[in-house]
């Protein structure tokens, strides 16, 4: 499996190279789109992308935990955690399922 990871600046220039604003508009649509999503889930809003997936925000109570090296139980603060759930769309064109419910074959990358 790939190790690739997509960044900022790769998001800025495929939207500057589909869109066709100019390099600093594409960035700062990049950065607004960011900034609103992690925003939004910073007040505890569910974030919903169609056809991509939703984030949300959990709150995970107490707990004991063990330290696994030394086996002493510990205590696991409460906190808050991020919970992405992927789509079925996303879900299927990772999996490159046909309507059929048949994996097509895998294709080459261009």
């Keep these: 499996m790939s190790q690739n990871t997509v960044t900022r600046a790769q998001l ?29 889930l910073a007040r505890g809003e569910m974030v919903k992308i169609s056809s991509f997936g939703s984030f949300q925000v959990r709150q995970k109570g107490e707990r004991i935990g063990r330290n696994p090296k030394t086996g002493e139980e510990v205590p696991i603060l409460p906190r808050r955690v991020l919970v992405f759930r992927a789509s079925h769309v996303l879900k299927n064109r990772i999996n490159d399922v046909q309507e059929g419910g048949a994996p097509t074959p895998a294709r080459a990358l261009s």
Excluded at 19 to 38: F, K, P, W
């Design 12 to 40: 800025s220039e495929a939207v500057y190279q589909e869109v066709g604003l100019s390099r600093n508009e594409s960035a700062d649509l990049v950065e607004t789109v960011l900034d609103e999503i992690s925003d939004a």
